[in-house]
């Protein structure tokens, strides 16, 4: 059988197995105040990933400043990208939270639907 999986990455680089919407909030949060780097010295991030053992992984990071990237990968090595990232900017922490809430109740379909930047 196959198992999904959710794993949030902090901004100070820590991963969350499966994480509740609190924690999500919480990194969002300290992404959105800027207070915390990214363990390289770089503006902070967090990304929330979920897949499934035996293939598919998707990505959705959040950095400083809104910047929102959603990727779609083959597996969790990311061998091969299912399709270009997609990015687009969002100004309200909830609204990031709102997304991450799709991406853990795996609902790619409207996560593909939402309003991303054309690469025209």
């Known amino acids: 059988m196959t198992q999904a999986w959710l794993v949030l990455t902090r901004p100070d680089g820590r991963d969350v197995p499966a994480p509740s919407e609190a924690q999500m909030a919480a990194a969002l949060a300290d992404v959105y105040s800027g207070k915390i780097a990214s363990p390289d010295g770089g503006p902070g991030s967090a990304v929330l990933r979920f897949g499934y053992d035996d293939g598919l992984m998707y990505e959705m990071e959040v950095s400083s400043g809104g910047a929102v990237r959603f990727a779609e ?31 853990a109740q795996r609902q790619v379909a409207k996560i593909r639907s939402q309003p991303w930047l054309s690469d025209d």
């Open 73 to 103: 990968w083959s597996d969790r090595d990311c061998e091969i990208a299912l399709a270009s990232p997609r990015t687009m900017t969002v100004q309200q922490q909830a609204d990031a939270l709102l997304l991450w809430r799709l991406m």
